[in-house]
């Protein structure tokens, strides 16, 4: 027939008024620059709230994903985003915060890897003013003539599973003399699913088509509306009565002990020491996870999980430190009894230290290491006798 068009020029045709199309709707969302927006409920659910208003990137180009730890930072790279880093941070070429560093420990050298999360990251402090880098310096002035090397480990929103699995999928390869583990406030943050069981069905795997898609501002609003409609279909939505009864910790009491258990076994096995840091301070409520899910609970009228009881971290950890026989450095005791000899305080935010808090830490951990029968027999081999 005289002016049909043929099948193959059809398909071209399609595909051409798609990508147009496509390509016209990505260009208006980069020109408007639509954000993600989440709040609370939508970010516990995983439920981003389509508000065409606020679209917020869900894509983080600082981190990659990663199936034991989730996600850590990409190596080599400045931080210096306004309104996250007060301050910029340099990842150094293993993909943590300090200078670059080698795996192979020097000969002759004592080794002190610190794990944990913002606290011990050093968010809002210089390169040279968290504590991990303070504890070099002041261990390196202190004992001159000694090999002494502190890595910083920390990374933001870290818990201590987190922490457990980068021990023992990278950290124990440097061979450390000790080990300093710092968790407990991202623990206890309420949750759908517990970290492990997050690492149980592998939610955390990415695969390379999605990372090249996820650039796309229109393939992340149709992934957040899939996003949506899966949760309705599970029954959820931002209403708290749908969901408040659900929530469990990210990481347990039991799974917290255990996680530290585990450090501590392979730290026996391997011959590093382990010291405890009590990640609480005084600006903090006991709980505040709980205080806050009593608030809306009582705001919707909704069912509180049950068996929901508050987590006093240093009752947790005094536990851990017994069981265990690891020495525990209370922070929350520490700053109390610290703070009125500050000028100008210690901490940033309720939950973060400033230079002086990170020193009076590396102060504090300087004095518990010296009475380390592995630091002892260290000293006893290099030049200084200080």
Known sequence: MAGKIPKARQAFYAVLAAAVIFGGAELVFRLRDFKFYYNFSADLLGMPLLDMSRFRRIAN????????????????????????YLKPVRINNYGFR???FQMEKRPGSYRIICLGDS????????????YPARLEKILQEKYPGCKIQVLNLGVTGYTSFQGKELFFTFAQKLEPDLVITSFGANDRYPALLSDQEHYDLGWWQANRMDLILR?????KLLKAGVIYLKRRGQGL?????????GLKRKVSEREYGANIKMIKDECGRIGCGLILLNDDFPGLAVDPAFDALKDIAGKYNAKFPADWQKWDSLKVNQAVSARLGLPLIDLRRLFTESEA???????????????????????SLQKTIADQPGFKKFLEKCPSKN
Do not use: C
């Open 98 to 100: 300090g200078p670059d």
């Open 237 to 245: 939505s931002l209403n708290p009565q749908t969901y408040l009864s």
């Open 215 to 219: 650039h796309s501002q229109v393939y």
């Open 61 to 84: 180009q600082t981190v990659e994903f990663d199936r034991s730890v989730f996600w850590k930072f990409k190596p080599n790279q400045m931080l210096d985003a306004k309104g996250v």
């Open 119 to 130: 606290v011990t990251f050093g968010w809002s402090a210089g390169e040279d003013e968290t």
């Open 341 to 363: 000899e500050s000028d100008n305080g210690l901490m940033v935010d309720q939950g973060h230290p400033n230079k002086s808090g990170h020193e009076i830490i590396a102060l």
